[in-house]
């Protein structure tokens, strides 16, 4: 079985400028692109009707997104209109509507290459809890991180790889992985860390790129003794710099 090959950003915040050199690396080393979330100019209170770096994103060729607070907004029919602008498929598990709307996102996506079953979710920091006001006035209920990682992790079968795009921050990765030991892999952001190395919690390595564009992570997976993925390769590689132009 060949190696599985893993890149991801996160917390871009309008950075541009990437499309060519991610696709030059892609090219050299073919694998799954993914962000993590908080590439838009907006947050969850702010909207802006032009958002430049989803058509960089599409143009890249990123398999998905993970929503992060600036993809995320309190209004429903704004979110929404976001993610219609998008080509990519837009990731968010924990994240529930009670009105009952058809969301404009997904739970989470799955993909199958060269002998390799892939599922990927996507976890949102929680911006305020279960049975707040603002639950009942906007709809939207934030679910626990990890009992949904664990509900994931419980219906996905042992031959599956399975991946979290969080928007959770570096600490709350930790917890998570002690929490949930069945991910093989997370791919975080949101709390601007940048790992030279993935850290490692439970057995679950942690990747992060660090904010702004400044590099993307390539990650390459092997199977292990155990069938358990392992990673056979890391690097940081420079995105957004000068040697990366």
Known sequence: MSALTLYHTSDLHDRRGFV?????????RPGYLFDCGDSLRGSQTLYRRNEPIIAEIDAAGYDAQGIGNREFH???????????????PLVCTNLVDTFGRPLPFVPDVSFERDGWKLRVFSLLVVQYPAGSPWERVLG?????PIETAREIAASTDDGTTLVVLSHLGLRADRELARAVPRLDLIL????????????????????HAGPYGAFVSRTVLVRGDAGRPRIDDFALVPLLTTDAA
């Not at 939207?140 to 626990?144: E, V």
């Open 188 to 207: 975080g952001g949101h709390s601007h860390d940048t790992l030279a190395e993935p850290d490692v919690a439970q057995g679950v390595p942690i990747v």
């Open 140 to 144: 939207w209920r934030f679910r626990d």
């Open 74 to 88: 309190y209004v429903f029919p704004l979110l929404a209109a976001r993610a219609r602008r998008m080509r990519h």
């Open 20 to 28: 060519a050199r991610l696709r030059a690396l892609r090219a050299e």
